[in-house]
């Protein structure tokens, strides 16, 4: 069951003929929240009311400021707005909670063209194959790994001797990274 998204991901979106006019429209538009659209054309015709001429001199758009993505994971004022809203809204998450914290911990790790190509490729389900393990440290991955495992052969006993972080580490070394909040697992 998916759970409403309750993050924030709002745009400023800027006009290159604007900007280099210095006109009215230089700042850009007010914030959008990219949750409050069903699609571009509904963005197109808030931009439209807040007075951009999207057939004149505010034709070629720009991200002007953003907030919600990591900052260092694209150059943000280089992307489309268009683009940026259609693979958000392809990829779920901004619909859904849990893809928006898999989004964000995979743009630790890797860059906005990484997702996008992972969006191009599998639409909705960009995700599969990634899990999180929110809070969890090596030790704690290791643990989870090993208790998964049907035929531990290792008594629970003799298990306070065992190195769960360094088992955590060896288990997930070619696929698991961690990140702020914990690991994420991305088969």
């Known amino acids: ?53 999207l057939d004149g001199i505010d ?10 993505l990591p900052s260092n994971c694209a150059s943000w004022d280089y992307m489309s707005p268009q683009r940026l809203f259609n693979t958000l ?8 909670s849990h893809k928006h914290d898999v989004m964000l911990a995979y743009l630790e790790i890797y860059s906005w063209s990484d997702f996008e190509s992972l969006v191009d490729s599998n639409g909705y389900y960009w995700d599969d194959g990634i899990n999180l393990y929110k809070g969890f440290n ?6 989870e790994m090993f208790d998964a495992c049907e035929e531990r ?3 629970d006993r003799l298990q306070d001797f065992f190195d769960f972080e360094k088992y955590g580490r060896y288990i997930g070394d070619c696929y698991c ?5 914990g690991i994420i697992e991305i088969m």
């Open 153 to 155: 052969g290792l008594s």
């Open 138 to 143: 090596w030790a704690d991955y290791g643990r």
């Open 59 to 68: 034709e070629e758009l720009f991200i002007q400021d953003i907030e919600g």
């Open 1 to 53: 069951m998916e759970t409403q998204n309750t993050h924030q991901l709002t745009v400023i979106i800027g006009s290159w003929g604007s900007y280099n006019e210095c006109n009215e429209k230089a700042l850009g538009s007010n914030w959008l929240d990219l949750h409050d659209f069903d699609d571009w054309d509904s963005i197109v015709l808030e931009l439209k009311k807040q007075g951009f001429d």
């Open 177 to 181: 990274h961690e990140y702020s909040e």
């Open 89 to 96: 809204k392809e990829s779920g998450v901004l619909e859904c």
